[in-house]
């Protein structure tokens, strides 16, 4: 974002809402039925999409603060609850939850059946599983001349060029590495690669365009049984489905950007860009049985300079309908591209750009703020999967926030399905109000974001309306709380009372 468009931007208020009577709310599209498939309908519209809350184990395992999180929101009774991006191999990846052994299936079992408990068997439960690439925290510049960069003969030319002294070209590897050491920024930015820039302001991350890579060529032969064998013992903890992450900042969105430019028919064409996501999904459904629901979030604009726009996202839609997918669900942005450098010592952060802000819109916008912001993406998939014949469910988020808001979007015909992450999130019981005629009671999202940066900074996520909130009569000990024990981890329990 320029300058001026920073300057330009506006603080949105939270609109008041004029809640429904229960007997309005009874008669809603939004607390109607939908069927995702003949096994499997949703009691009502309301989606709780993925969202990290940083619970897990170090090494990957259900804990029972994950438990209480899922939990909390399945108090709310929405038609559909995903659960956290959930890594498909067996490797460390810090307090995310992992799916990619046996030895998880227990834990995620348990994490099943209190989400149908305390739902009371209305909200189907789904897990997002997810495959990442490397990425490393931003390094000493010192220590990134003295060992990360491999000296070439560029860097020679460079500092020839840079100095005027050919003697550079025959210089040893030391006085090479010492000299681009010492370099001010703008002779680093003449004298190293793109790449190398970035993963010096950065830090090192992979790409799927790294073929010289064995691991990241290899992706399409290794990722369909790796997310086979996923699925399949999501199916086996008792989940009613997964949701393919095709999104934002990971591995199959990149293979979907436009910037993929791989040669080997994973790339280039939509076409190419579009096969391995189809691969992985085909190897899914072979590998689950037909009750288990099968579908996929992707990026319905990636916001980013030269990645895939709506255009191309209507062109993926059909294509995963055709393929039979059972849900589309819809995100936007969230790319590491266009990312702030992070601090020294810290990994880059993909919702601290332009595209972070349009997959999580806050308060602080352009004049079309950020409520329900990126319904229009959902409006162009689902209206060409329409066109091409297949009834397949589009589910909308981004700053949906409100009954009205969610009500006029299903009625338009942009989505079929109605996400909200932060509004659950600040007020995990909002559904049940709004159903029962108490909306005057929603704790409404405030839409700044301080549990984003708590997620950014790898914290357990809460929401500032309730972490600090002491509960009159309630045990405080019985309350759990962050590492810190500042911040309580779960929202105050709401009762249906009247
Ligand atoms: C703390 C936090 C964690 C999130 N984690 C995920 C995730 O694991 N997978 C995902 O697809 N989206 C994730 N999201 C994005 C949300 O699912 C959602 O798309 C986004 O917040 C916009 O919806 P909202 O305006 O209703 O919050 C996360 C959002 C937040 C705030
Ligand atoms: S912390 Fe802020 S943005 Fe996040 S859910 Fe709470 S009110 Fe909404």
């Not at 429904?20 to 949703?42: G, V």
């Not at 005057?440 to 600090?468: M, P």
Request: proline share 5%; with cysteine; net charge neutral.
């Amino acid at each position: 974002m320029t300058d001026t468009a920073r300057r330009s931007l506006l603080v949105h208020q939270v609109p008041d809402e004029a809640w429904p009577t229960r007997d309005e709310a009874a008669r809603s599209r939004l607390f109607s039925p939908l069927a995702l498939t003949a096994h499997c309908t949703l009691a009502t519209r309301t989606w709780v999409p993925a969202m990290v809350p940083w619970r897990a184990t170090d090494d990957g395992h259900v804990t029972q603060d994950v438990i209480d999180w899922y939990g909390r929101f399945a108090d709310g009774r929405p038609g559909a609850l995903v659960v956290e991006a959930t890594g498909i191999r067996d490797v460390p990846s810090g307090p995310l939850l992992r799916v990619g052994h046996a030895r998880f299936v227990d834990g995620l079992r348990r994490l099943a059946d209190a989400v149908r408990a305390r739902s009371h068997g209305e909200t189907r439960v789904f897990l997002q599983v997810l495959d990442f690439l490397a990425i490393k925290r931003r390094p000493e510049p010192a220590k990134f001349f003295a060992r990360f960069l491999a000296v070439t003969d560029g860097h020679r030319e460079a500092l020839c060029a840079l100095t005027g002294d050919a003697r550079w070209r025959t210089a040893d590897e030391g006085a090479v590495r010492a000299r681009l050491a010492s370099s001010s920024d703008a002779e680093a930015a003449q004298a190293l690669t793109a790449r190398e820039l970035d993963d010096l302001r950065r830090g090192y991350r992979e790409r799927v365009t790294d073929t010289h890579l064995d691991h990241v060529r290899d992706l399409p032969r290794a990722l369909p049984a790796l997310f086979a064998e996923a699925s399949r013992r999501a199916e086996a903890a008792g989940f009613d489905g997964v949701e393919l992450h095709y999104a934002h900042a990971y591995t199959m969105a990149s293979f979907l950007s436009a910037t993929n430019d791989r040669s080997d028919g994973y790339g280039g064409s939509r076409a190419g860009r579009l096969r391995l996501p189809l691969e992985v999904f085909a190897a899914v459904r072979e590998a689950v049985s037909p009750r288990f629901v099968v579908g996929c979030r992707f990026l319905g604009d990636e916001v980013i300079d030269g990645g895939s726009r709506v255009d191309d996202a209507t062109e993926y839609g059909v294509a995963f309908a055709r393929a039979g997918m059972d849900f589309l669900s819809l995100s936007k942005g969230g790319r590491f591209e266009d990312a702030k450098a992070p601090k020294v010592g810290e990994a880059a952060y993909p919702y601290t750009g332009p595209s972070g802000h349009e997959c999580m819109p806050t308060v602080r916008s352009d004049a079309r703020g950020p409520f329900g912001r990126n319904l229009h993406l959902a409006r162009a998939v689902r209206d060409a999967v329409r066109i091409a014949g297949f009834e397949t469910p589009v589910v909308a988020a981004g700053g949906i926030t409100s009954f009205s808001l969610a009500e006029r979007a299903l009625a338009a015909g942009d989505a079929d399905l109605i996400a909200a992450a932060r509004q659950s999130l600040a007020d995990p019981d909002w559904w049940r109000k709004v159903r029962e005629g108490r909306g005057a009671e929603v704790r409404r999202c405030k839409l700044t974001n301080y549990c984003e940066a708590l997620d950014q900074h790898h914290k357990q996520v809460t929401c500032q309306l309730w972490d600090r909130i002491a509960v009159e009569g309630e045990e405080p000990a019985t309350v759990p709380r962050s590492h810190d024990g500042r911040r309580r981890l779960t929202a105050p329990a709401w009762t249906l009372k009247g």
